[in-house]
């Protein structure tokens, strides 16, 4: 029996200067044979759900960490039983010589280290295994020939072990939704990106909205209290805890100050309307936010000091000659603000894809590290619950952060008489350190007009 050695996989840095994680979930148990890049745990970190691949290929020995935990990076979470050639030193080395520097497993861009010894297995599509050319090696024994004095017929070579399927696109909050709700994937088609199989592709399978919520609720781990309870305690931990942080340290960090402006937005309204029935905008999610996204780009071009950053350490004002505008999202997990990159560069129909798109990971649990890093300026769309105005605190780092309010229909003045207009509040918090009262009021007065009236950002670009 071939000779094997322990090693242990700690916890990796998941980037964007993250400390810890929390095991959601093991897919593997002790005694399990799992393979490179394996997915073997789910992690969650202050931002996003993230599954963890194997670094070795063997067998589990022991789990060092229990779900619920909250790790420390570099600390040690599995043990694996791996063939001992793993271990052994270089030719041409000694034990004594110092082992060659391997990169480390990290999530953010990068697979699992590849072992020098032993081969990955290929990743075969799901409708066939591809067979190999003629010399080259596949990783496994070749059929030895017929016996040349065998009479009859050549026995067909042995059918290769079959792989499991490629699961069903989905993502780790969905996965667990499904299992709480007993909906099985296999079943599904996915309406997501590219068949990506949504939270609402579930829910609608188990026809049971309430239960589903529920579900997501406890994935978000969210304590519901017992009959007769007189309180509730949960853990201060993940996105609330990282959300919390930030939030102290922006309202304590930078002076806010706010104003509020109202607006009549019918002719916005009546624009949004003519674009969802265009063929252009068909199957975009076209929405107020949307338009109010793309007033904010223009108005910045006007009004750059919104789109700056107080460098402390430093001591400088980072004028920035792009846009990543952020879209708050409230998820079950809490707050995430992910961004568009460079979103002054996108047309109409490519901002509502993005945001579509963000909001779709968001909700999902996936947004990624760098979706939730490097924003300039921020959008929260309060009037979804609504609410008409506020006074919402700057995303760390940023200048500014633009509240919209409902749409509501009321009594308006309009060419001399009172009629029922569309209109909305919008509310402006910035940083008085970067921002003077005259900049961030005219940067509102724009936003405003280009809401009131879409025709004239043309004499605005």
């Known amino acids: 029996m071939a000779e094997t050695v322990i090693r242990e996989f700690r916890l990796p840095d998941l980037g964007e200067g993250l400390t810890e994680s929390e095991i959601v979930a093991w897919r593997v148990s002790p005694g399990d044979t799992v393979s490179l890049n394996q997915v073997i745990a789910e992690v969650e970190t202050a931002k996003a759900v993230v599954e963890l691949p194997s670094p070795y290929s063997g067998r589990v020995a022991r789990l060092l960490a229990e779900p619920g935990t909250i790790v420390a990076v570099g600390t040690p979470i599995v043990a694996f ?5 793993a271990a052994r030193p270089t030719a041409g080395g000694s034990q004594g010589a110092a082992a060659k520097p391997k990169r480390e497993p990290n999530l953010v861009g990068y697979g699992a280290a590849i072992e020098d010894t ?5 990743k075969t599509r799901a409708w066939s295994a591809p067979r190999p050319a003629p010399g080259e090696p596949d990783g496994t024994e070749q059929a030895h020939a017929p016996e040349p004095e065998a009479a009859h017929e050549p026995e067909p070579e042995a059918a290769p072990e079959p792989r499991a399927a490629e699961r069903p696109r989905s993502t780790p909050p969905v996965r667990k939704l499904a299992k709480d709700l007993g909906i099985d994937l296999e079943s599904l088609t996915g309406t997501g990106t590219q068949g990506l199989i949504t939270r609402d592709d579930v829910l609608a399978a188990a026809g049971t909205p309430d239960a589903g919520a529920e579900a997501a609720q406890e994935a978000a781990g969210v304590v519901r209290p017992s009959p007769g309870e007189r309180e509730t305690r949960t853990p201060i931990k993940g996105v609330r805890k990282l959300t919390a942080a930030a939030m102290v340290a922006s309202a304590f960090t930078a002076p806010h100050a706010s104003e509020f402006l109202t607006v009549d937005v019918t002719a916005s309204m009546e624009l949004l309307a003519r674009l969802r029935e265009n063929r252009a905008y068909s199957g975009l999610k076209v929405t ?4 109010v996204a793309k007033a904010v780009l223009v108005a910045l071009k006007r009004n750059p000091s919104l789109n700056s950053h107080w460098d402390e350490a430093a001591q400088e004002i980072v004028q920035y000659h792009y846009v990543n505008l952020g879209i708050a999202a409230a998820t079950p997990r809490g707050l995430v603000v992910p961004n568009v990159k460079d979103a002054q560069d996108l047309t109409l129909p490519e901002l509502a894809e993005a945001i579509a798109a963000l909001a779709q990971n968001a909700r999902d649990g996936r947004p990624t590290p760098e979706e939730l890093s490097g924003g300039t300026i921020s959008i929260t769309n309060i009037g979804v619950f609504g609410i008409d105005a506020g006074t919402p605190i700057l995303n760390p780092g940023e200048a500014a952060i633009v509240a919209m309010g409902q749409v509501r229909r009321l009594p308006w003045e309009f060419h001399g008489e009172v009629v029922l207009r569309e209109v909305m509040t919008l509310s402006l918090s910035f940083d008085h350190r ?6 961030a009021s005219r940067f509102l007065a724009d936003l405003g007009a280009i809401l009131a009236d879409p025709g004239l950002v ?3 670009v």
């Open 81 to 85: 039983e791996v063939a001992a050639e």
């Open 118 to 122: 032993g081969r990955p297995a290929r």
């Open 434 to 439: 970067l921002v003077d009262g005259e900049q």
């Open 458 to 460: 043309i004499t605005m």
């Open 288 to 291: 107020p936010l949307t338009l």
